[in-house]
């Protein structure tokens, strides 16, 4: 049986508390009890009184996982069933930090030793670096271009993609090998 409750900012807090509790991200969200959820919080924006959660937008943490129950579901359904705005969740695009975090790891797989360099070579440093950052430049363009056309909701799908076309750049520069 579906019981109707109004959320307070408190009930919110809780469940936001317990969600970063549960749910893998990989950066730190920086959500404490002891502060202010609409003025503290990374991510969280409440209503202009400031009496309950609006949206929460928190890209490029590298959430993982599935919704556990009576978290951040809780708000959305209390959100959904008292006719304010669909609440959601984003995850497109990637921070800054993401972005640069995912063109050290590619310039990593460029000048070490891995299956892929022992047959096509390594690269120095500098041409890594390069190449990471044009094969990162132009997915995140492509990619953010694509989505602003066509949203897909959270972003979801844009991860996916521009995952998999650093993937495929990253692939296409070790077989031309160095130089």
């Not at 006719?83 to 310039?107: E, G, V």
Request: contains cysteine; aromatic residues 8%; proline residues 4%.
């Amino acid at each position: 049986m579906f019981h109707q409750t109004i959320a307070d900012l408190h009930s919110e807090k809780q469940a936001l508390l317990d969600f970063a509790a549960t749910v893998h991200h990989g950066h730190k969200v920086n959500w404490y009890s002891s502060t202010s959820i609409c003025t503290s919080w990374v991510g969280v924006t409440c209503s202009s009184n400031g009496s309950h959660v609006a949206s929460v937008m928190l890209p490029g943490v590298g959430l993982r996982g599935s919704l556990p129950p009576n978290t951040i579901g809780f708000i959305a359904m209390e959100l959904n069933s008292q006719n304010r705005a669909p609440f959601s969740i984003k995850i497109w695009p990637p921070s800054q930090k993401t972005r640069q975090t995912l063109m050290d790891r590619m310039t990593n797989n460029l000048t070490t030793k891995s299956i892929f360099t022992q047959k096509y070579g390594t690269l120095d440093q500098k041409e890594a670096e390069e190449n990471a950052k044009r094969i990162e430049d132009v997915t995140f363009a492509t990619e953010n271009l694509h989505y602003k056309k066509e949203p897909d909701g959270d972003g979801g799908f844009a991860i996916q993609v521009y995952a998999k076309e650093c993937s495929n750049g990253l692939l296409d520069v070790l077989k031309r090998g160095p130089g």
